[in-house]
């Protein structure tokens, strides 16, 4: 945390004493009130039927002024982290020229004067001057400027990877593009907004607590109110300046003073993640999710199936299938491909490079690749490809062919025979590899209560496969996109919050339709504006991260909320006996905190009161440590910490303070 940024927030902290902003506090807007009270009350005594000023009174004003200047100290410093970002973001605007498709013609104009539905073209070098579509040409794309990847991605016309953004920049080939968005109406311009929190609204948890504790000041209110009466009675005199410290003692100042500061600094932890949440109602909905819905590839299995094992059929070595698989596989490039190649490596198998030979290319008719070396062909293939093949060629097909292959099935890889020109030999197992550390963390989810279910393409048995590896709640085999939408909507009945993540245009009504919708930057225009959040890195496993910083700001909002209520208790039986003793020497077992008198027993608990927000700072704005565990454990704990805590934490504070008021 540098110094520029504390500096700016003690001026703005200045700043919001503005009572229009004070106002949309309503607990710190009371305490605001107060002090214009004791400020007037102690400039013009006459109006407000007060004493004249001495120290006591003076030093209570300071005391409340510096109890709103630290409340406004935490909220200025939560935003002003998020206005830092917004600033660095700022940069990468800079004025473009775009080149503009008129009549066939390029035009060069201001990017500031486009507008949606323009068609510009951008070449190699170039910025890209606006959000868009692309409708021709494939390129690379730079995007570190808004996401912080260096490795340039490929984007193309139609598909799931047709969209651009403003600011990053062509580092291949041409692109041309359809304006989707105005001036300031872009990625980058929504991302600015965000993170400096022009946009951000109370969440519906937030108002709901502003009331409790608008409530809980009330009664407070109606508690002090109580006493003057009955101070009365007992011929007891209390100053208005002591009715007025013991009250803003009494209501819950700590959370008011920093509920602000812990909703901001959430949203500012997503966005530290590379995550932009357009509210922070998502953020929160995060917190409450009870079921995770994810996809199979690229989410739970690294999308890109490995060799795992050979099978040589009868009469076969073990030796000439791995020879004949890497053969096959010389000349293929993909991750498959290489992943055999790599097996037999490891395997201690060596191939002979063939010097003379012709590519054959997997296609969609002959569902088949391999290598033509001096008209002897290797290749390797579907199973019904690679029989149907052999039956052409009358190859023999072995008997225990098909009851391999089936083994590969259901133990959820996938099978590719083997061939040559004479024979076939065995079978490939290639295996989607399932992330390493998943199997923990889904058992850490369903230690907190939720359930993930996984969605796939693949067969059943493939699919049953993988969920029990993976350790998963649940599958979704054969899945197609209208089968995610109606799972969100039958879990949704019976109450539950869902999570999932997408890319594809047909993952859109799902998005919009799940509580949390992880769209990945990488993906359609659509299903980003479906979403609710925009994950800057494309990293579907980065939804359970997410689940978790949602928890963590539900669980520091509740830990705070219970300091504070709990502090506001003790208080109150701290301060009484204190206050009432020289009229009342019988309660002296009561003052179980010996407080020297009533005055420095009022000014020791206003002065913990206002200390207290700014040594809870780095909590609201860092969040509760989390650790994944069950609902009533995290309940016990924060009970033990913050609810215990909260009442032994004053008395200490106050005597320590009032020991050192009386040293003076």
């Given at each position: 945390?540098n110094?520029?940024?504390i500096?700016?927030?003690?001026w703005?902290s200045?700043?919001?004493l503005n009572?229009?902003?004070?106002?949309?506090?309503?607990?710190?807007?009371?305490v605001?009130?107060?002090?214009?009270?004791?400020l007037?009350?102690?400039l013009?005594?006459?109006?407000?039927?007060m004493?004249?000023a001495?120290?006591?009174?003076?030093?209570?004003a300071?005391?409340?002024?510096m109890?709103?200047?630290f409340a406004?100290?935490?909220?200025?410093l939560?935003?002003?982290?998020?206005?830092?970002e917004?600033n660095?973001?700022?940069?990468?605007?800079?004025e473009?020229i775009a080149?503009?498709?008129k009549d066939?013609?390029?035009?060069?104009?201001a990017a500031?004067?486009?507008?949606?539905?323009?068609?510009?073209?951008?070449?190699?070098?170039?910025?890209?001057?606006?959000?868009?579509?692309?409708i021709?040409?494939i390129?690379?794309?730079?995007?570190s400027?808004?996401?912080?990847?260096?490795?340039?991605?490929?984007?193309e016309?139609?598909?799931?990877?047709?969209s651009?953004?403003?600011?990053?920049?062509?580092v291949?080939?041409?692109?041309?593009?359809?304006?989707t968005?105005?001036?300031?109406?872009?990625?980058?311009?929504?991302?600015?907004?965000?993170?400096?929190?022009?946009?951000?609204q109370?969440?519906?948890?937030?108002?709901?607590?502003?009331?409790?504790?608008?409530?809980?000041?009330?009664?407070?209110?109606?508690v002090?109110?109580?006493?003057?009466?009955?101070?009365?009675?007992?011929?007891?005199?209390?100053?208005t300046?002591?009715?007025?410290?013991?009250f803003?003692?009494?209501?819950?100042?700590?959370?008011?003073?920093?509920?602000s500061?812990?909703?901001?600094?959430?949203?500012?932890?997503?966005t530290?993640f590379?995550?932009?949440?357009?509210?922070?109602?998502?953020?929160?909905?995060?917190?409450?999710?009870?079921m995770?819905?994810?996809?199979?590839?690229?989410?739970?299995?690294?999308?890109?199936?490995?060799?795992?094992?050979l099978?040589?059929?009868q009469?076969?070595?073990?030796e000439?299938l791995?020879?004949?698989?890497?053969l096959s596989?010389?000349?293929?490039?993909t991750?498959?491909g290489?992943?055999?190649?790599t097996?037999?490596?490891?395997?201690?198998y060596?191939?002979?490079p063939?010097?003379?030979?012709?590519?054959?290319?997997?296609?969609?008719?002959t569902?088949?690749?391999?290598?033509?070396?001096?008209?002897?062909?290797?290749?390797?293939?579907?199973?019904?490809?690679?029989?149907?093949?052999a039956?052409?060629?009358?190859i023999p097909?072995p008997?225990?062919?098909?009851?391999?292959?089936?083994e590969?099935?259901h133990?959820?890889?996938?099978?590719?025979?083997?061939?040559?020109?004479?024979?076939?030999?065995g079978?490939i197992?290639?295996?989607?590899?399932?992330?390493?550390?998943?199997?923990?963390r889904?058992?850490l989810?369903?230690?907190m209560g939720?359930?993930?279910?996984?969605?796939?393409?693949?067969?059943?048995?493939t699919?049953?496969?993988?969920a029990?590896?993976?350790?998963?709640?649940?599958?979704?085999?054969?899945?197609?996109?209208?089968?995610?939408?109606?799972?969100?909507?039958?879990?949704?009945?019976?109450?539950?919050?869902?999570?999932?993540?997408?890319?594809?245009?047909n993952?859109?009504?799902?998005?919009?339709?799940a509580?949390v919708?992880?769209?990945?930057?990488?993906?359609?225009?659509?299903?980003?504006?479906?979403?609710n959040?925009?994950?800057?890195d494309?990293?579907?496993?980065k939804?359970?991260?997410?689940?978790?910083?949602?928890?963590?700001?539900l669980?520091?909002?509740?830990?705070?909320?219970?300091?504070?209520?709990a502090?506001?208790i003790a208080?109150?039986?701290?301060?009484?006996?204190?206050?009432f003793l020289?009229w009342m020497?019988r309660?002296?077992?009561?003052?179980m905190m010996?407080l020297?008198?009533?005055?420095?027993?009022?000014?020791s608990?206003?002065?913990?009161?206002?200390?207290?927000?700014?040594?809870l700072?780095?909590?609201?704005?860092?969040?509760?440590?989390?650790?994944p565990?069950?609902q009533?454990?995290?309940l016990?704990?924060?009970t033990?910490?913050?609810?215990?805590?909260?009442?032994?934490?004053?008395?200490?504070?106050?005597?320590?303070i009032?020991v050192?008021?009386?040293l003076?």
């Amino acid at each position: 945390m540098n110094h520029d940024l504390i500096k700016s927030a003690i001026w703005q902290s200045i700043v919001k004493l503005n009572p229009m902003k004070m106002i949309k506090n309503p607990v710190m807007f009371v305490v605001w009130m107060t002090f214009l009270v004791t400020l007037l009350g102690g400039l013009f005594p006459s109006i407000f039927s007060m004493q004249p000023a001495d120290s006591y009174h003076w030093l209570i004003a300071f005391i409340l002024f510096m109890t709103l200047l630290f409340a406004n100290f935490a909220e200025s410093l939560a935003e002003g982290r998020g206005k830092a970002e917004a600033n660095a973001l700022r940069t990468k605007k800079k004025e473009m020229i775009a080149r503009v498709i008129k009549d066939d013609k390029e035009v060069m104009v201001a990017a500031t004067a486009l507008h949606k539905g323009d068609i510009v073209r951008v070449k190699q070098g170039e910025t890209i001057p606006c959000d868009g579509e692309i409708i021709k040409g494939i390129a690379m794309v730079d995007e570190s400027a808004i996401t912080g990847e260096s490795a340039p991605v490929a984007k193309e016309s139609g598909g799931d990877f047709s969209s651009v953004i403003g600011g990053t920049v062509v580092v291949s080939d041409q692109l041309t593009i359809k304006v989707t968005a105005s001036t300031g109406e872009s990625f980058l311009d929504k991302m600015i907004a965000l993170v400096e929190g022009a946009s951000r609204q109370k969440t519906p948890n937030e108002l709901a607590l502003s009331t409790l504790l608008t409530s809980l000041t009330i009664i407070f209110l109606m508690v002090i109110l109580t006493l003057v009466p009955f101070a009365h009675q007992l011929h007891i005199e209390l100053s208005t300046m002591s009715l007025i410290a013991l009250f803003v003692c009494l209501i819950p100042t700590t959370i008011g003073g920093l509920l602000s500061a812990i909703g901001i600094a959430g949203m500012d932890r997503v966005t530290r993640f590379n995550v932009i949440a357009k509210s922070g109602k998502a953020v929160e909905a995060c917190g409450d999710v009870d079921m995770m819905i994810l996809d199979k590839t690229g989410t739970i299995t690294f999308g890109n199936r490995m060799a795992h094992a050979l099978y040589p059929v009868q009469g076969v070595t073990e030796e000439a299938l791995t020879r004949e698989a890497m053969l096959s596989s010389y000349d293929d490039d993909t991750p498959e491909g290489r992943s055999i190649v790599t097996f037999g490596e490891t395997q201690g198998y060596h191939m002979t490079p063939p010097e003379d030979y012709t590519a054959i290319p997997f296609t969609a008719e002959t569902r088949m690749s391999g290598i033509d070396e001096n008209g002897q062909r290797h290749l390797k293939g579907a199973v019904d490809a690679v029989i149907k093949r052999a039956k052409k060629m009358n190859i023999p097909v072995p008997d225990d062919l098909l009851p391999l292959t089936d083994e590969v099935a259901h133990q959820g890889g996938t099978p590719l025979v083997v061939m040559d020109n004479m024979r076939i030999y065995g079978v490939i197992y290639l295996k989607d590899i399932v992330k390493p550390g998943l199997p923990e963390r889904f058992t850490l989810l369903r230690k907190m209560g939720i359930e993930t279910v996984m969605c796939t393409g693949d067969n059943p048995l493939t699919a049953a496969s993988i969920a029990q590896e993976a350790g998963v709640d649940r599958f979704i085999a054969e899945c197609k996109p209208e089968d995610k939408t109606r799972v969100i909507r039958e879990a949704q009945a019976k109450g539950k919050i869902i999570a999932m993540t997408g890319d594809g245009t047909n993952d859109a009504p799902a998005l919009a339709l799940a509580n949390v919708g992880v769209a990945m930057n990488s993906g359609t225009i659509a299903a980003k504006e479906a979403s609710n959040m925009i994950d800057l890195d494309s990293d579907p496993t980065k939804l359970i991260e997410i689940v978790e910083i949602g928890k963590q700001l539900l669980i520091t909002r509740g830990a705070l909320t219970t300091f504070s209520i709990a502090n506001d208790i003790a208080k109150y039986f701290a301060i009484i006996p204190a206050l009432f003793l020289p009229w009342m020497p019988r309660i002296q077992m009561l003052n179980m905190m010996h407080l020297q008198t009533s005055h420095s027993a009022i000014l020791s608990a206003l002065i913990f009161n206002a200390l207290i927000i700014p040594l809870l700072i780095p909590i609201a704005l860092k969040g509760v440590r989390f650790k994944p565990t069950t609902q009533s454990r995290l309940l016990l704990n924060n009970t033990l910490i913050f609810g215990l805590g909260g009442v032994v934490t004053p008395f200490i504070g106050i005597k320590c303070i009032d020991v050192l008021i009386n040293l003076f």
